[in-house]
């Protein structure tokens, strides 16, 4: 941000009073990260399964170079880096800061070891400690340390799912926690619908810098949830509930992986190249489904979201139940107005979940569970500008040949999803917890909308 834009920006509290709400949400995050790598050994931490995934120790690392590079060297006088390799070592994307080490090669990071990776945190977290702590943070280092915060949120995710991807390749099908049988839920029960009227609706969230920054992180949002703009919605109904793996179960046993006119070019021959015939993670033990779980192989739940299905799985079940995916404006729409609750990570099932009461009226499940794709590519609002500096980086130049998804997963971090949170994969990538939910047009009634 520029000199002229910090002048003509919004009132600023008082840096003390926003390192003091800040700085404990910043601790609390950090410790969370470090505990989701309490029980991995050095090996655990350092494999790497697929190019699309990264070691854990990566993202253990990565996310304190963040700090380091971003806050802590350009803001903190007399800073010491930790070790001056690390910035080629845990470097994403940031191209305008440096050298990295190629995604598809964080494997082989053998070293630095594990205990040296939590040293370089510790470091880290004494130094940021010293910066808020002596009010030495001007509005624009804050505001970039909130960004770090929910930047380390999303890897605590993909730490996760990483996890998951790299224990479902080992024969032994480790768990990730307490392997204990996960006990099922009511009956999903049929599909109800919910009605919306079209017209013109406001979805997307304000600039982050274009409010008053006290430290809450509720004025939060990032770059490419802006900005706040309308758009016109058509009338349309969206399903109370996500797509269950008992209907996905009659998907498959009806030949929805063998009928080449419910998918897509690109999806099809996705299909026939990996031999896919049912969600990631899936087989059959004489003629039960089971999957990995990150508490090892579970029997799969007919009452629970389904997930790990790519959007071309996602758009083929969608037209063979005759309906297809929401846009991602009719998701938000939808949602704005529910309260952000549901099956996250701190709910410690780490598995989607079936609803707690399949018989309350409304929409249910649009947080948390699975993340729900949406028939939007990932493109820029109108009016969208990237954040200024490096942080440029984080979100705009993807936007391209990437879906949106929305809601969350049971691997989401509490407090790190809103209505107007864009979230985005490649259409064939199905390791994350993502599902769905169906939606249709129609002439809507005015309950809904």
Not at 6 to 17: D, F
Not at 112 to 125: C, I, K
Not at 284 to 310: E, F, I, N
Not at 383 to 411: H, I, P, W
Request: glycine content about 10%; hydrophobic content about 35%; proline content about 8%.
């Amino acid at each position: 941000m520029t000199s002229a834009n910090r002048r003509a920006g919004p009132a600023k509290t008082p840096v003390a009073e926003v390192s003091e709400t800040l700085l404990p949400r910043l601790q609390a995050v950090r410790a969370q990260t470090l505990s989701l790598a309490s029980g991995l050994s050095d090996a655990d931490a350092t494999a790497q399964s697929m190019p699309d995934a990264s070691p854990a120790k990566w993202h253990l690392g990565h996310t304190t170079w963040f700090f380091e590079a971003l806050v802590l060297q350009p803001g903190l006088p007399g800073y010491r880096v930790f070790d001056d390799r690390y910035a080629f070592l845990f470097n994403s994307y940031y191209e305008s800061v440096g050298p990295r080490q190629p995604r598809p090669m964080r494997g082989l990071l053998t070293r630095p070891p594990l205990d040296d990776v939590v040293a370089y945190r510790r470091h880290v977290d004494t130094a940021l400690d010293t910066l808020l702590n002596g009010g030495g943070a001007d509005d624009d280092l804050l505001r970039t340390i909130e960004l770090g915060l929910h930047h380390e949120q999303q890897h605590q995710e993909l730490m996760l799912t990483d996890i998951l991807h790299l224990f479902a390749q080992n024969p032994l099908k480790p768990a990730y926690r307490s392997p204990e049988p996960l006990a099922t839920g009511a009956a999903a029960g049929s599909v109800g619908w919910i009605d919306f009227t079209g017209g013109i609706r406001r979805i997307g969230a304000d600039r982050f810098d274009a409010a008053p920054y006290d430290g809450s992180g509720e004025t939060f949002s990032f770059d490419c949830e802006t900005p706040n703009h309308e758009t016109l919605i058509h009338p349309f109904r969206l399903a109370d509930r996500p797509v269950t793996n008992g209907d996905w179960m009659a998907f498959i046993e009806d030949g929805g992986y063998r009928d080449p006119l419910l998918w897509l070019s690109d999806g099809w021959a996705t299909v026939q190249e990996e031999g896919w015939n049912a969600p990631l993670y899936w087989e059959d033990r004489d003629g039960d489904w089971w999957t990995m779980t990150l508490k090892g192989p579970q029997p799969v739940d007919r009452d629970a979201p389904v997930c790990h299905v790519s959007l071309y799985e996602a758009d083929a079940y969608a037209r063979w139940a005759g309906k297809r995916l929401p846009t991602e404006a009719e998701w938000e729409v939808a949602a704005a107005d529910l309260a952000i609750t549901g099956n996250m990570a701190a709910s410690g099932r780490l598995r989607p979940a079936p609803a707690e009461d399949p018989s309350a009226p409304g929409l249910r499940q649009m947080f948390g569970d699975v993340w729900e794709w949406t028939a939007s590519a990932y493109q820029p609002y109108r009016g969208f500008r990237a954040t200024d500096g490096a942080g440029g980086e984080y979100n705009g130049k993807f936007m391209s040949g990437q879906n949106v998804l929305r809601g969350g997963s049971c691997a989401t971090p509490p407090g790190h999803v809103r209505a107007t949170y864009r979230n985005f994969f490649y259409p064939h990538q199905r390791w994350q917890f993502t599902g769905l939910r169906l939606a249709d047009d129609g002439d809507a009634k005015p309950n809904g909308g």
